[in-house]
């Protein structure tokens, strides 16, 4: 009888396994992102095509992904920092707007009091940056690429979050959450200032 109850109950582990599984499987396909962009498409919340990956610091690949993100990118690149550090994510920025992409970048104003600072880097590489002095601290990290892929997440662009820290980093391919973004990117334009060196502040 023992054992027929424990039979009923392993069954009903199953049971509740079966259901859990079934249950993740359909919040998946409502979610309507495909896990990679290999996989063919889902559809997102606003009817468009969607698709996303993830990566985990420290040594995830984090760094990696955002460049070969930026070394592919078409057209345009808009870029809101925190910190910013990463030798390896700044030249592929460079690159891009070396290679005529509209590149504009806002960051905190603590990147201007470093020594040597990212605003620097990008001001005396061409690149178009901004500061945003409007809030405690300005913390997106975001880049909008081509109107259509969202790189977000709790990964500065700082070699820290790629080698020492825990950090998350999700590429998300949907045009409307781009557009979402991008609407909020100009939204901090609009209150920041141009970087024209330090002497500016
Ligand atoms: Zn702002």
Request: glycine letters at 8%.
């Amino acid at each position: 009888m023992g054992k027929l109850v424990g039979g009923n109950l392993a069954r009903g582990g199953r049971m509740v396994r079966h259901i859990a599984v079934a249950a993740l499987a359909v919040a998946l396909l409502a979610s309507g992102c495909s896990r990679t962009a290999e996989r063919p498409a889902g559809r997102s919340s606003s009817g468009g095509t969607c698709s996303w990956s993830v990566y985990f610091s420290p040594h995830g690949g984090c760094t990696k992904a955002v460049v070969n993100a930026l070394d592919a990118a078409k057209h345009s690149v808009l870029v809101q920092a925190y910190s910013f550090t990463s030798a390896p994510i700044a030249k592929a920025l460079v690159n891009a707007h070396r290679r005529r992409l509209d590149v504009r970048v806002i960051l905190d104003r603590s990147q201007v009091t470093q020594k040597y600072s990212s605003a620097d880097f990008l001001l005396h590489m061409g690149v178009p940056t901004w500061i945003d002095s409007a809030h405690a601290i300005a913390h997106n990290k975001v880049m909008v690429i081509d109107d259509a892929t969202v790189i977000t997440g709790s990964f500065n662009f700082t070699k820290a979050a790629e080698e020492k820290n825990a950090e998350n980093l999700l590429i998300i391919r949907d045009k409307e959450l781009a557009r979402r973004y991008t609407a909020n990117w100009w939204a901090h334009e609009r209150h920041s200032e141009r970087y024209r060196g330090k002497g500016m502040f």
